[in-house]
Nanobody, 130 residues
Framework: QVQLVESGGGLVQAGGSLRLSCVASGRTFSSYNMGWFREAPGKEREFVAAISRFGGNTLYADSVKGRFTISRDNAKNTVFLQMTSLKPEDTAVYYC???????????????????????WGQGTQVTVSS
């Protein structure tokens, strides 16, 4: 079973930047599409970004498009989320997740669905002050 560990969260002022990392255990990291989600207090967990097995496809929520960039380094079993121009409404716990559904086939918009992801990290807190 794959274990995911996120890091890189913290407190930042509005307009600032953070880079989140998620390291996966195991030797099959390149078999998985990867996603980032976030959960704000009192709200449901929502999709942020996803990336295909070798990085050729990416997908973003409209709320972060143009500000966040997802990338991965399969040699290091790591997926990243570069966040710029942060806003107070970006405040949330950020989770990474892996998806081996349909043998890692890129499913387009379905990668936004929580249910296609099989495992989740413990989350990292991002707080953006105004």
């Amino acid at each position: 079973q794959v274990q995911l560990v996120e890091s890189g969260g913290g407190l930042v002022q509005a307009g600032g930047s953070l880079r989140l990392s998620c390291v996966a255990s195991g030797r099959t990291f390149s078999s998985y599409n990867m996603g980032w989600f976030r959960e704000a207090p009192g709200k449901e967990r929502e999709f942020v970004a996803a990336i295909s097995r070798f990085g050729g496809n990416t997908l973003y929520a409209d709320s972060v498009k143009g500000r966040f960039t997802i990338s991965r380094d399969n040699a290091k079993n790591t997926v990243f989320l570069q966040m710029t121009s942060l806003k107070p409404e970006d405040t949330a716990v950020y989770y990474c997740a892996y998806c081996a559904f349909r043998s890692g086939f890129w499913m387009g918009d379905r990668q936004k669905e929580k249910t296609v992801y099989e495992g989740w990290g413990q989350g990292t807190q991002v707080t953006v002050s105004s």
